[in-house]
C-alpha cells in the first residue's frame, strides 16, 4: 500500500530559486527516505532521516521531518538545471520493512 | 565498480513468453528487491529478499518468481508475459532499513 504522498505532483522554478517539495505518510517510521531519479535512471539516494530527527542537511538540501504531523520537506536550494528530476519520499516503517514510495514530484528547473 | 547492476537494460518481446532480468550487487548488502515502476512512474515493491530467504511477497501474479542463488543475486523470472507486464523493474539492495542502492532498470515492452 503507498506510504508517502508528495505534494505538489509538478513543479517548475527557475534556476537559482529554491525548490520545496513536501511528503505525507500514514503510520509511524523507523526513518524517511529522499531518492531524486532522472529520467530513464534508477534512483539515486540523497539524505535519510530518522525518526528522532527533526532536521538533516546535506549539501544544497535541507531536510526536515515532523512525526506529529506524519510529514517531512524536502528544500533544494539555489537550483540548477541539472536538479531537473522526480523527487520521491519513501519511509521504513518501525519494523523495518521495505521502503514504500510516494508518486514522486517532478521538479524543472529552467535556465 | 558498479554497485547494482541489472541485466538486460532493454527487453522486447512477445506476449506468452517467458523471460529473466538479473540482477546482481557488489556491495554485500543482505537484503535485496524488485521494484514495478508503471508508466505513470509509481514505483511498488514487488518482492524482498534478505539473506537469501524470501521476506516480502506483495500481490504479484504468480507468473512472477524471484531466485536468489546467493546474497549479491536476485533474479526476476517472468512466466506467460502479458501486456500489462510492459513497465520497468529496478532491482536494489541495501542493509535492512538503510538507504538503497538501484541498478540502472530493464525496460520490459511486451507485444
Known amino acids: 500500500s503507498q506510504q508517502g504522498e508528495e505534494d505538489p505532483q509538478a513543479l517548475s522554478i527557475q534556476e537559482g530559486e529554491n525548490a520545496t517539495m513536501n511528503c505525507s505518510y500514514k503510520t509511524s517510521i523507523n526513518n524517511l527516505q529522499w531518492y531524486r531519479q532522472n529520467s530513464g535512471r534508477g534512483l539515486v539516494h540523497l539524505i535519510l532521516i530518522r525518526s528522532n530527527e527533526r532536521e538533516k542537511h546535506s549539501g544544497r538540501l535541507r531536510v526536515t521531518l515532523d512525526t506529529s504531523k506524519k510529514s517531512s520537506s524536502l528544500l533544494i536550494t539555489a537550483s540548477r538545471a541539472a536538479d531537473t528530476a522526480s523527487y520521491f519520499c519513501a519511509t521504513v516503517n518501525s519494523g523495518n520493512t521495505p521502503l514504500v514510495f510516494g508518486k514522486g514530484t517532478r521538479l524543472s528547473v529552467i535556465a | 565498480d558498479t554497485a547494482v547492476s541489472q541485466t538486460p537494460k532493454y527487453l522486447v518481446t512477445q506476449m506468452g513468453n517467458d523471460k529473466s532480468i538479473k540482477c546482481e550487487q557488489n556491495?554485500?548488502?543482505?537484503?535485496m528487491y524488485w521494484y514495478k515502476q508503471d508508466s505513470k512512474k509509481f514505483l511498488k515493491i514487488m518482492f524482498s529478499y534478505n539473506n537469501k530467504e524470501l521476506i516480502i511477497n506483495e500481490t504479484v501474479p504468480n507468473r512472477f518468481s524471484p531466485k536468489s542463488p546467493d546474497k549479491a543475486h536476485l533474479n526476476l523470472h517472468i512466466n506467460s508475459l502479458e501486456l500489462g507486464d510492459s513497465a520497468v523493474y529496478f532491482c536494489?539492495?541495501?542493509?535492512?532499513?538503510?538507504?538503497?542502492?538501484f541498478g540502472p532498470g530493464t525496460r520490459l515492452t511486451v507485444l
Open positions: 556491495l554485500g548488502h543482505d537484503t
Open positions: 536494489a539492495s541495501s542493509n535492512r532499513g538503510n538507504e538503497q542502492f
